[in-house]
Nanobody, 122 residues
Framework: QVQLVESGGGLVQPGGSLRLSCAAS????????IGWFRQAPGKEREGVSC????????YYADSVKGRYTISRDNAKNTVYLQMNSLKPEDTAVYYC???????????????WGQGTLVTVSE
């Protein structure tokens, strides 16, 4: 049974940092691309970052480029999203998702976690 579990969300002040984790079970993570998505209240879910299987190529939305870093530890079956210089507009529920191919289009991903809330506020 494929399962993804996000953790690491919380409340942080503007300019602060958080690291999200996406722990996978029921499948071998290194055979899959992992994407991070976020959904703010009243908005559609949007792609934030993705890391491919194999060569580990990374992709970022323009809104987070230079501030977020995605990485994977296949030995721990976990993908991370390091978020720096956080802004109030980064507030959202963050989800990780798995699929064979990397991308920032949520419709291409089949397996999803339950999400973790990130709140950026004074």
């Amino acid at each position: 049974q494929v399962q993804l579990v996000e953790s690491g969300g919380g409340l942080v002040q503007p300019g602060g940092s958080l690291r999200l984790s996406c722990a996978a079970s029921g499948f071998t993570l290194d055979y899959y691309a992992i994407g991070w998505f976020r959904q703010a209240p009243g908005k559609e879910r949007e792609g934030v970052s993705c890391i491919s299987s194999g060569d580990g190529n990374t992709y970022y939305a323009d809104s987070v480029k230079g501030r977020y870093t995605i990485s994977r530890d296949n030995a721990k079956n976990t993908v991370y999203l390091q978020m720096n210089s956080l802004k109030p507009e980064d507030t959202a529920v963050y989800y990780c998702a798995a699929e064979y191919w990397c991308g920032l289009d949520r419709t291409q991903f089949e397996y999803w976690g339950q999400g973790t809330l990130v709140t950026v506020s004074e």
